[in-house]
């Protein structure tokens, strides 16, 4: 069942291209018309929605953070991400021009489930973002749009985190067709970029040599940073977060703009650093500041090992190791660059002989408070 892999979360990494492919599946046509007919809520009230809260615990939070960068720049809806359990508890303001969606693996984790009905009392409208059929926030939930990447069973989220982003992206898509947000055109031209991420990320998994080789090597590591910047940031939480589960390291995420407002004093000699660079064509520039932030911890002794888009040379010369990910437009970076810091985390926790399947204390759903 587990595929000839060692372990359920290494099938479950290697099972991501069809995870994205299958989610992908039968929800646009030809001409680049979004068909989200699950989503049953009418078009009319998704027209009028002036505010869309995501709500998530762990992985899923930070799907919802890569969804809040697309759907702002898609949609310009304004688009908050906050934890459920935070988000209950503070009388936020909901109305029913307000969208929430709820973004969970499993349905039934109950900081979600408890945010969901707490909106809904509020009047919201509610979509879940799930992958398991029937399960409890789905069906509180007025509409559901399930991700399919197949049962997930190792307790740390790999492919359905995949499978979240390619559908948060959908639900963008699918809003910037409603409100004419995007041209025709350019809603084809991005769901034709996501019809080539699966072969993508299947090229990251046939050259994994490098990055498992690193991971061994680094066995002994007793802190790692992770910096991203837009939506690379979530994409360093979510490293941080792998390693933490699996491999019980002290590992962070930044912003990498953050860096100078306190992060850098924990650089010293071989402190290392992985730094999720932004695509060299993203609008704003990220690219060049990110490489600096690179340079920066260097210059402090850091070991810097960087992800960074195929044919990015600058890169080069201040990184002790570079890993290149098949180029895609720069929304859709992250369905890319988690990719090796999964694979690292996966093979470091290997190497230390711990099991990636069952990482102490954890639950893979988790239905209390
Ligand atoms: O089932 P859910 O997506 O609601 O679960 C949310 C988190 O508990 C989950 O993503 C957790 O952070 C995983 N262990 C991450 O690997």
Same mark, same amino acid.
């Given at each position: 069942?587990?595929?000839?892999?060692?372990?359920?979360?290494?099938?479950?990494?290697?099972?991501?291209?069809?995870?994205?492919?299958?989610?992908?599946?039968?929800?646009?046509?030809?001409?680049?018309?979004?068909?989200?007919?699950?989503?049953?809520?009418?078009?009319? %009230?998704?027209?009028?929605?002036?505010?869309?809260?995501?709500?998530?615990?762990?992985?899923?939070?930070?799907?919802?953070?890569? &969804? +809040?960068? *697309?759907?702002?720049?898609?949609?310009?809806?304004?688009?908050?991400?906050?934890?459920?359990?935070?988000?209950?508890?503070?009388?936020?303001?909901?109305?029913?021009?307000?969208?929430?969606?709820?973004?969970?693996?499993?349905?039934?984790?109950?900081?979600?489930?408890?945010?969901?009905?707490?909106? +809904?009392?509020?009047? *919201?409208?509610?979509?879940?973002?799930?992958?398991?059929?029937? =399960?409890?926030?789905?069906?509180?939930?007025?509409?559901?749009? $399930?991700?399919? &990447?197949?049962?997930?069973?190792?307790?740390? #989220?790999?492919?359905?985190?995949?499978?979240?982003?390619?559908?948060?992206?959908?639900?963008?898509? $699918?809003? &910037?067709?409603?409100?004419? +947000?995007?041209?025709?055109?350019?809603?084809?031209?991005?769901?034709?970029?996501?019809?080539?991420?699966?072969?993508?990320?299947?090229?990251?998994?046939?050259?994994?040599?490098?990055?498992?080789?690193? &991971?061994? =090597?680094?066995?002994?590591?007793?802190?790692?940073?992770?910096?991203?910047?837009?939506?690379? $940031?979530?994409?360093?939480? /979510?490293?941080?977060?792998?390693?933490?589960?699996?491999? $019980?390291?002290?590992?962070?995420?930044?912003?990498?703009?953050?860096?100078?407002?306190?992060?850098?004093?924990?650089?010293?000699?071989?402190?290392?650093?992985?730094? @999720?660079?932004?695509? !060299?064509?993203?609008?704003?520039?990220?690219?060049?500041?990110?490489?600096?932030?690179?340079?920066?911890?260097?210059?402090?002794?850091? +070991?810097?090992?960087?992800?960074?888009?195929?044919?990015?040379?600058?890169?080069?010369?201040?990184?002790?190791?570079?890993?290149? @990910?098949? /180029?895609?437009?720069?929304?859709?970076?992250?369905?890319?660059?988690? @990719?090796?810091?999964?694979?690292?985390?996966? %093979?470091?926790?290997?190497?230390?002989?711990?099991?990636?399947?069952? !990482?102490?204390?954890?639950?893979? #759903?988790?239905? @209390?408070?």
């Amino acid at each position: 069942e587990k595929g000839g892999f060692a372990s359920f979360m290494e099938k479950e990494i290697h099972d991501q291209p069809a995870a994205v492919a299958d989610t992908l599946l039968g929800r646009s046509d030809v001409d680049g018309n979004l068909i989200l007919d699950e989503l049953r809520i009418d078009e009319d %009230e998704l027209r009028n929605i002036r505010k869309i809260i995501v709500l998530a615990c762990g992985t899923s939070s930070y799907a919802g953070m890569v &969804a +809040k960068y *697309a759907i702002e720049r898609w949609c310009r809806i304004p688009v908050e991400v906050e934890l459920s359990h935070e988000f209950r508890y503070r009388d936020p303001i909901i109305d029913a021009n307000t969208l929430i969606v709820s973004i969970s693996q499993s349905g039934e984790t109950m900081d979600t489930l408890m945010a969901v009905r707490y909106a +809904k009392e509020q009047g *919201a409208r509610t979509v879940s973002i799930c992958n398991t059929n029937g =399960s409890t926030i789905p069906r509180e939930s007025d509409a559901v749009l $399930y991700t399919h &990447a197949g049962p997930e069973i190792a307790v740390a #989220s790999t492919k359905a985190f995949l499978a979240q982003i390619t559908a948060a992206y959908l639900l963008g898509l $699918y809003l &910037a067709q409603l409100t004419k +947000k995007l041209y025709r055109e350019e809603i084809k031209d991005i769901l034709s970029d996501l019809a080539d991420i699966p072969a993508k990320v299947q090229q990251i998994l046939d050259n994994a040599d490098s990055i498992k080789e690193l &991971a061994r =090597s680094m066995a002994e590591a007793s802190s790692v940073l992770f910096l991203g910047r837009n939506v690379g $940031y979530p994409v360093a939480l /979510e490293g941080a977060l792998k390693l933490k589960e699996l491999a $019980y390291i002290h590992a962070e995420g930044f912003a990498a703009g953050e860096l100078k407002h306190g992060p850098i004093a924990l650089i010293d000699e071989g402190q290392p650093v992985f730094v @999720v660079v932004p695509s !060299p064509m993203d609008r704003h520039s990220l690219h060049a500041k990110v490489v600096s932030n690179i340079q920066e911890v260097r210059a402090r002794g850091a +070991k810097t090992i960087v992800v960074a888009e195929a044919g990015d040379e600058t890169v080069r010369d201040y990184a002790e190791q570079v890993f290149y @990910v098949p /180029e895609t437009q720069p929304m859709l970076m992250p369905l890319l660059t988690t @990719v090796p810091l999964q694979i690292f985390a996966c %093979e470091l926790a290997t190497a230390k002989g711990y099991d990636v399947d069952q !990482p102490r204390n954890l639950a893979k #759903s988790v239905t @209390v408070e």
